[in-house]
């Protein structure tokens, strides 16, 4: 695999021409599912695998579970600060920097609750939410990009997918 291969296992994130009831069906679909497959596919890992990184110079398996739940909380937020304030500007994180921080060694146990319960609020939003709401947005200051939440919500159920490849790419190699 190529480097590029190696970084984006299913090709970078592409912004959807258009969103239907479909698409938002199996993107909230996906997000829900998420954390079920995520706890399967590392269940059964020791240190030494949670420790290997996914690619040359990138992430540990666990550094990645960790990021996941930085994110995944985050965007959490963005969804709830564009449901409840007028033309939010969301705060951006570094997440290399977060990824070196002591709490990125815990065991992922942690992590994998936050992620459950990440998701099982990110769902009850989802299915409630109008059509009117899903074309709520907030502004991220680092692109000076209008975020839509469904076109957040295709990029975390994409987010998801993208870093469980890392995953299970990096465990084929054991």
Do not use: C
Not at 87 to 101: F, M
């Amino acid at each position: 695999m190529t480097d590029e291969q190696l970084k984006y296992p299913i090709g970078k994130f592409t912004v959807p021409i258009s969103y239907t009831n479909d698409d938002i069906y199996q993107w909230v679909n996906e997000i829900k599912a998420f954390p079920g497959q995520l706890r399967q596919t590392i269940v059964n890992l020791n240190d030494k695998q949670l420790d290997t990184p996914y690619r040359p110079g990138g992430w540990t398996i666990r550094q990645v579970v960790h990021h996941v739940a930085d994110s995944h909380m985050n965007s959490l937020l963005r969804f709830k600060w564009a449901l409840t304030e007028e033309n939010t500007t969301i705060k951006p994180y570094n997440e290399d920097n977060w990824a070196l921080l002591p709490d990125y060694r815990l065991p992922v146990e942690s992590s994998l609750k936050i992620i459950e319960g990440v998701h099982l609020h990110m769902v009850a939003l989802f299915e409630s939410f109008t059509e009117k709401e899903w074309d709520l947005s907030f502004m991220h200051p680092q692109t000076g990009a209008s975020v839509s939440l469904k076109r957040n919500l295709a990029l975390y159920a994409w987010h998801g997918k993208h870093h469980l490849a890392h995953i299970t790419n990096t465990i084929k190699t054991f």
